[in-house]
C-alpha cells in the first residue's frame, strides 16, 4: 500500500491509521495466500460492529421491544448491507488480492 493509498483510504474513512502493519493485514484478502490475511481481524470487527450497532439501536429507540431490536441490528450487520456500505465507500478499491481473484469480481 502506497503512501497515496493511505492518504485516500483515511480521507474516506476519515480515519488516520497509527500502524501501517495492522493496517496492511485488515486489508489483504486470503487469496494473496500468506499466513496473514483479514479473516482473523474480520471475525473480531464483525463482533466488535454488533456490538457498536447494539448499543447504538438500545439508546436511540427506547420503547422498542428486544425482539424488533434484534430484527434491526440482523438488518444493519448483514453482508448484503456492509456490502453496499463498503462499496458506497469504495473500499473494494483498497482491498489486496490475487490477480486471478480480482479478475473473477473478488
Not at 2 to 20: H, M, P, V
Amino acid at each position: 500500500m502506497t503512501e497515496d493509498d493511505l492518504k485516500a483510504l483515511s480521507k474516506i474513512l476519515g480515519y488516520r491509521f497509527r500502524d501501517k502493519g495492522l493496517l496492511q493485514e485488515a486489508l489483504s484478502h486470503p487469496s494473496l495466500g500468506g499466513k496473514i490475511n483479514y479473516q482473523r481481524l474480520e471475525f473480531l470487527g464483525d463482533r466488535v460492529l454488533g456490538l457498536v450497532i447494539a448499543e447504538l439501536l438500545y439508546a436511540r429507540f427506547k420503547l422498542v421491544k428486544e425482539g424488533v431490536l434484534a430484527r434491526r441490528l440482523a438488518d444493519l450487520v448483514r453482508r448484503e448491507t456492509l456490502v453496499i456500505v463498503a462499496t458506497g465507500l469504495g473500499l473494494h478499491n483498497h482491498i489486496l488480492m490475487a490477480k486471478g481473484t480480482e479478475d473473477d469480481g473478488g
